[in-house]
């Protein structure tokens, strides 16, 4: 019960972004023109999606390293963040359709949505078996599935805020400090735990989902929120492949790849060296085979045989 109530814990502390805007719902273009103050527990609008996807994985994310202390079952942290996380998808897809026109524009839209919101979830349940998996691939792949989602957590927070640009340019940079930090961290602490090979691979694979794959599902986003564009992606599916690869690559131009880069690798060699202790490695010359030292332990001696005893020879007259 108690891993139950951590993991609904996890999924409202990461509704946090959100319930400092006052969780009203959006505004909906396709809605009545009264459509009042409505409570919802997500921002169910388009211009959302990435703030939606943002804290539906951090709350997983977050029951996994839960999940993964002590020896409960796993599947209770589980079950917590997935009711507090269903009930919020439901609370608020119900508050946008109450507030929606009666035609097929509309109801198109909230198919869409919809679809894109459990698409997210998915996303975040895959996230957290892969957190709390016992294999430490696994969680370093895990954590680069959160990290992805982190910087957009903190972006949440900011919906709307107006900065100065040096401070601007500062929470720019922190999105992209703390997530390769995590990944960073995450493979340093599976470093001794990883096979040859997977030391080797598991690098490649992280900077790729970071980088790459940060950049992919950020197009991905960007065009779910394209509402004017539904239509024509619909009748034209290039168009819509030409305008996720025009915004991947965007993106992925934007990434400030070699500072994260320098992160990740020095997150991951601090935390190898201090899971080592502190200790330098081995100078020229060195063995790893230990000198055993003399041992204090007195052996008793074996008795003497007949041969041995005094007085007695071997030799017969």
């Known amino acids: 019960m108690r891993r139950i109530l951590l993991g609904a814990l996890s999924a409202l502390v990461a509704l946090l972004p959100w319930m400092v805007q006052g969780m009203q719902l959006p505004l909906q273009n396709l809605g009545v023109a009264d459509q009042g103050e409505q409570l919802a527990l997500l921002p169910f609008n388009q211009y959302y999606v990435e703030a939606i996807f943002a804290m539906l994985t951090i709350g997983m994310a977050g029951a996994a390293l839960i999940a993964r202390r002590g020896g ?17 998808i439901a609370q608020s897809t119900f508050a946008a359709n109450s507030v929606m026109s009666p035609d097929s524009r509309a109801f198109a839209y909230m198919l869409i949505m919809f679809v894109a919101i459990m698409a997210c979830w998915l996303y975040a349940i895959i996230t957290f078996w892969l957190v709390a998996a016992r294999h430490p691939a696994a969680l370093v792949i895990g954590s680069v599935f959160a990290a992805v989602a982190l910087g957009a957590w903190l972006d949440s927070f900011l919906a709307g805020a107006s900065l100065a640009a040096g401070l601007v340019w500062a929470v720019y940079m922190l ?21 040859t090979v997977n030391r080797w691979i598991l690098p490649i694979i992280s900077w790729l989902l970071l980088f790459v794959g940060r950049a992919g599902l950020g197009a991905a986003i960007a065009v779910a929120g394209t509402r004017s564009a539904y239509n024509e992606y ?11 690869a025009q915004n991947a690559n965007w993106l992925l ?3 400030p790849i070699v ?16 899971q080592r202790g502190g200790q330098k490695p081995a100078g020229p010359g060195h063995t790893d085979l230990a000198v055993p030292e003399p041992s204090l332990t007195r052996v008793p001696l074996a008795p003497p045989t007949a041969a041995a005893q005094p007085g007695r020879s071997d030799f017969t007259a």
Do not use: E, H, M, N
Not at 72 to 88: D, E, K, N
Not at 184 to 192: H, L, Q, R, V
Not at 234 to 244: I, V
């Open 72 to 88: 409960a079952p796993r599947g209770y942290a589980f079950l917590g963040a997935s009711i507090v996380q269903g009930v919020a």
């Open 175 to 195: 999105d992209w400090v703390l997530p390769c930090a995590l990944v960073g961290i995450s493979f340093g602490w599976a470093w001794p735990r990883l096979t």
């Open 234 to 244: 619909f009748s034209a599916p290039k168009t819509l492949l030409r305008d996720l």
């Open 253 to 255: 131009r934007d990434q």
């Open 259 to 274: 500072w994260g880069t320098i992160v990740l690798i020095t997150t991951s060699l601090a935390v190898i060296y201090l």
